[in-house]
T-cell receptor, first 115, second 113 residues
Framework: AQSVSQHNHHVILSEAASLELGCNYS??????LFWYVQYPGQHLQLLLK??????LVKGIKGFEAEFIKSKFSFNLRKPSVQWSDTAEYFC?????????????FGTGTRLQVFP | DGGITQSPKYLFRKEGQNVTLSCEQN?????MYWYRQDPGQGLRLIYY???????QKGDIAEGYSVSREKKESFPLTVTSAQKNPTAFYLC????????????FGPGTRLLVL
């Protein structure tokens, strides 16, 4: 079955540490890829997205993600996290097909950054 | 301000009762969505609508119903058939269809008395 996996459920880091959150999907066709973020008390909002082109995409607040098609992955990275990055992060994949597109969200990764 | 509004912020349901969650958007988006968010399960799609007077079931539509009589509005009814309704419900919209960036509302937390 088609699925999206976020293996890191809860990540705890100190400020200035590097971050990498994993996202893998199972689907052999064309995909659109997203990372959404939910800061405490705020709406879920788009962090970055990949539709086509350069597989390394840059988003807001210094985040970036790399689409590696051969690994079915779209990992999120940030070289140096800040306390304000504390939030829940969701990977979302849209499986594009001729008949019906399908959207699947990952289960989310809760990131806590301590000063 | 343009955006998506959901009301109420908290909603309590008694056993056997139907309740309706409101979602309104003034972004002029064609597509609207309802998700359910449970701890450890991420977001799961309940229903979506890509055009007025048309909607499709998502992955967990059982026990829910929707209508799309106006472009701006996509109310969700949680029926008595939904045996485990306690959750956080998120409404979203996108310019055209499912393949695009979605914009989310603040959510409604539904609790069962």
């Amino acid at each position: 079955a088609q699925s999206v996996s976020q293996h890191n459920h809860h990540v705890i880091l100190s400020e200035a540490a590097s971050l990498e959150l994993g996202c893998n999907y199972s689907y052999g066709g064309t995909v659109n890829l997203f990372w959404y973020v939910q800061y405490p008390g705020q709406h879920l909002q788009l962090l970055l997205k990949y539709f086509s082109g350069d597989p390394l995409v840059k988003g807001i607040k210094g985040f970036e993600a790399e689409f590696i098609k051969s690994k079915f992955s779209f990992n999120l990275r940030k070289p140096s996290v800040q306390w304000s990055d504390t939030a829940e992060y969701f990977c979302a994949v849209i499986l594009l097909s001729y008949n019906t597109d399908k959207l699947i969200f990952g289960t989310g990764t809760r990131l806590q950054v301590f000063p | 301000d343009g955006g998506i509004t959901q009301s109420p912020k908290y909603l309590f349901r008694k056993e056997g009762q139907n309740v309706t969650l409101s979602c309104e958007q003034n972004l002029n988006h064609d597509a609207m969505y309802w998700y359910r968010q449970d701890p450890g399960q991420g977001l799961r799609l309940i229903y979506y609508s890509q055009i007025v007077n048309d909607f499709q079931k998502g992955d967990i539509a059982e026990g829910y119903s929707v209508s799309r009589e106006k472009k701006e509005s996509f109310p969700l009814t949680v029926t008595s058939a939904q045996k485990n309704p306690t959750a956080f419900y998120l409404c979203a919209s996108s310019i055209l269809g499912l393949e695009e960036t979605q914009y989310f509302g603040p959510g409604t937390r539904l609790l069962v008395l």
